[in-house]
């Protein structure tokens, strides 16, 4: 992905590895697989706790991998999260 990418996460994902932007489509697929990572608000998934086993981290890069829209990112390590400006105002966007 790409620090633009990056800039189009929900602002509700903690800082870390993985991510979801905002095009997620409320698929349901992450959440159950990692009920202990992401969680969901407003019909959308964000990641409310980074991975913290190797169990974990293997489930979030299953979920990246099949991510119907590919909006489950794991760039996220290669950036500064408080340099990136987080472009969604999720208020603004409430289904």
Known sequence: MSQD?????WPL???GRFYVTQDCLDCDLCRETVPTVFKRDSGWS????QPQTEEEISLCI???DGCPLSVVCSDGD???WAR???LVDRKKIIK
């Open 84 to 86: 990136v400006t987080c």
């Open 62 to 64: 299953e979920v990246v």
């Open 78 to 80: 290669e950036y500064d």
């Open 46 to 49: 964000y990641v409310y706790r």
């Open 5 to 9: 990418t990056l800039a189009h996460r």
């Open 13 to 15: 994902n903690v800082p």
